[in-house]
């Protein structure tokens, strides 16, 4: 009996660790492609759905960030990086021909990047009281 929740205990720890290092990579991926998405001249004009496409694409980059690491600290700072990084793009649109650029947007995207930080939290406490 103690034998199998210790080996619960170690498959619960590996689980995690491959949810944390996976969750990494596609954060990073996803950042990377990024910019490509912001300045790209082929991507199409915004639509009214672009606010909406905004906050949903914040929301689950920062939720990443916060299921790639551990520690609150790192993933604040994950999140705040992810909302620098989306208003650099922003500001990297103004300065192209084919792009717009917002302030509209910026705040977008800061609502976003708390939304997936508070989605994480909520999924957070409802897991330990399960």
Not at 57 to 71: E, G
Not at 107 to 115: P, Q
Request: aromatic residues 12%; contains cysteine; hydrophobic residues 50%.
């Amino acid at each position: 009996m103690v034998k199998n929740l210790e080996m619960r205990g170690v498959v619960y720890i590996q689980y995690f660790e491959a949810l944390n290092r996976m969750s990494r990579g596609t954060l990073v991926g996803l950042l990377v492609c990024m910019p490509y998405a912001y300045l790209s001249p082929a991507a199409r004009p915004p639509s009214q759905l672009a606010p909406y496409m905004h906050l949903a694409a914040m929301a689950v980059l920062s939720l990443l960030a916060c299921v790639s690491f551990k520690t609150a600290r790192r993933r604040t700072c994950a999140v705040f990086f992810i909302f620098i990084f989306s208003a650099l793009m922003e500001l990297l649109q103004y300065f192209s021909p084919h792009r717009n650029s917002s302030w509209e947007d910026v705040g977008i995207n800061a609502l976003g990047c708390l939304a997936g930080g508070m989605l994480f939290g909520a999924l957070n406490v409802l897991r330990f009281k399960c």
